[in-house]
């Protein structure tokens, strides 16, 4: 019989020990660098920013339609509309374009406050780095 309680508990403590490793592996995988939750997280970065690239387009289609001319039609509360949860992270620039005849809407950003993976993202739909942020 005592053997029998002996190997029962070697069985237990190497469950134990699988467990524990089991663990780690979902942890590791849910918290980790590319796990469940950073991905997670880039897909609603993803979806912010594509929201607030919309907006400004829609707001790019207005003026044009009204053919717009007076930049100053784009105020601090339009932009603080757009930006949301951002507007102390990035900006929006209006732009009177005489070449084009037209104002013209830039979305910029503020480097030191995004990682390199949301920078990249904010670049490939077109926003641009903002080096006024760096001197104020």
């Given amino acids: 019989m005592k053997k029998e309680n002996g190997v029962t508990m070697l069985i237990l403590v190497f469950a134990i020990i699988i467990l524990f490793i089991i663990t ?9 660098g590319q796990g469940g939750m950073a991905i997670t997280s880039e897909s609603a970065f993803k979806s912010d920013m594509q929201q607030i690239k919309e907006k400004v387009e829609e707001k790019q289609l207005t003026y044009d339609l009204e053919e717009a001319k007076d930049i100053s039609l784009f105020t601090r509360n339009i932009e603080a509309e757009i930006l949301d949860e951002y507007n102390s992270k990035m900006r929006i ?4 374009s005489e070449e084009e005849d037209r104002v ?5 950003y503020n480097a030191e406050e995004f990682t390199d993976k949301q920078k990249e993202i904010m670049q490939s739909m077109g926003f641009r780095e903002d080096t006024l942020f760096a001197q104020e």
């Fill in 93 to 96: 620039s209006c732009i009177y």
């Fill in 24 to 32: 780690g592996v979902a942890l590791s995988f849910v918290v980790g």
């Fill in 104 to 108: 013209k809407l830039y979305v910029y």
